[in-house]
Every structure is written in C-alpha cells, then in structure tokens.
C-alpha cells in the first residue's frame, strides 16, 4: 500500500521527468534552432567567414605574399568561425536569455543549471561541425588541399578553442546587461579579426600586435589550424595558450556569472 504524501504530486513530477540525455539534447537542439533563425547570427557565423574566404583568395587587391593563399587563409577562415559561434554568438544568446528570465526558469526545471549549460555546450560543438563542413566544402572548390594527417590534431585544437571562447562567452553574459554584452561582443570579435591573428598568421601584423596575437586565444587557434593542416603537426604552444585561456576564463565564469 503507498501512503499519500503531501509532496506526492512533486515525486511524480521527478519520477516522470525524461533521463537526463534527453533533455540535454531537447535544450541542445532548442539552442541550435535559435541560432538558425537568427538571420544576424548566421551572418556572422557562416555568410562573413565564406565571403572573406573567397575574397581573400581570389581578390588581386590584397597581396599575402604566399604562392598557396588557399593554404593560408582556409585554416584562419575555420578559426574564425569557431570563434564567432563559440564567442560572440554565444554570448549575444546567453546575455538576452539571461535578461529575460530564460536561464533563472530552465534552472529550476528537471533540466537544472548542469543540464542547461551542457545542451548549450552541445549546441555549441554540432553548429561548429556544420560551420566546419560547409567552410571546407567551399575551400575545397577553391583549391584547397590540407594534410588530412593533421586532423587529429586540430580537432584538439578546435576543442581547446571552443572552450576558452565559451568560457568568455559566459564570463560576458554573466555580468553585462544584455545590451552591453551585444556591443562588447561584436566589439571584441572586430577587433579579434583585425588584430588578433586569426585569419591571417600574427607574422603579417604590424608593429606590437605582431608579438601580441600569438598568445590571445584568436592568435593561437589560428595558429594551431594553419600547423595542423599545413602538416606541421600538434602547435604545442598554441594548445598551451588556449587551455591557459580555458582554464582562466572559465573559472572566472564560474565565480563571477550570475543566472539572473
């Protein structure tokens, strides 16, 4: 015989909720689908690395100095594109989400805070795939030829990356107003992409920036690309620099971030 209990109807609440898997992957594919419809996101996570991936290589106005600019430019492309879904679009999201209660709500439902920043997580990584595919599709029409030896490698590296840009993303989101974290993120992903060394190796910068890029978390995931797929094998320093960022940033975030 069950005896009735006053909080019976919470137990069954808790009883029927799905396993855990399931609502990480119910709030990853939430994520995704937000981000899809984003017309302003997909631009800057997808149109603007293409567009600068093709006009980089085929354009007479820029000259690179390298008689395989494909070679040069596809990896910071790919970089570039990690760091925009991974930084600045997750920052944007979290930051309005944050503002409008979303997070306080989902972090007091079966989901928790655990679940929800794993589905965000997850979002995160499977966009990136996409990005990545369809960056590759088109660099390999231009004349791409990478050493797929390498892959293994920059996956480490693109891992390594994404959590040191997440990691700042939330850092951001966590203590800005919305609004500020909109221009601060744009603001610093324009900067990354002047100046960082992201797209272009941190040799080919001026002045300062030229010693500066290689230890930022754009400079080093550039850089890690362009060895990984240019058959130099695993840019250790590189990895170094991006964990060191992870690791910082990340525990920042966890101090500092706040849900409401």
Request: hydrophobic share 55%; glycine share 14%.
């Amino acid at each position: 015989m069950t005896d009735s209990l006053p909080d019976g109807g919470a137990r069954d609440t808790v009883q029927r909720a799905a396993p855990l898997h399931r609502r990480i992957g119910a709030q990853a594919v939430l994520d995704m689908r937000t981000v899809l419809r984003n017309g302003e996101q997909l631009i800057i996570t997808l149109v603007l690395p293409i567009l600068l991936l093709v006009m980089l290589v085929r354009t007479t106005l820029i000259d690179l100095g390298s008689a395989d600019p494909i070679g040069l430019v596809a990896p910071g492309v790919l970089a570039l594109a990690v760091m925009s879904t991974s930084f600045t679009s997750q920052a944007i999201t979290t930051g309005f989400d944050r503002r409008n209660g979303v997070l306080r709500l989902l972090g007091t439902t079966p989901l928790g805070r655990g679940g929800l920043l794993a589905g965000r997580i997850s979002s995160v990584l499977v966009l990136e795939i996409g990005q990545l595919a369809v960056l590759s599709v088109v660099a390999a029409g231009l004349g791409w030829r990478p050493d797929l030896g390498g892959v293994p490698e920059a996956a480490l590296v693109l891992l390594a990356g994404t959590a040191a840009f997440t990691s700042f993303a939330l850092l951001l989101a966590g203590v800005l107003r919305a609004e500020g974290v909109l221009a601060v993120a744009n603001l610093v992903w324009v900067l990354l992409l002047a100046g960082g060394g992201v797209l272009l190796p941190a040799t080919m910068l001026p002045g300062p920036l030229a010693h500066v890029a290689p230890w930022l978390p754009s400079g080093a995931l550039g850089d890690g690309l362009r060895a990984a797929f240019g058959g130099d094998g695993l840019h250790v320093a590189a990895l170094l620099v991006l964990t060191g960022w992870a690791v910082g940033l990340g525990a920042a975030a966890a101090r500092f971030f706040r849900w409401d």
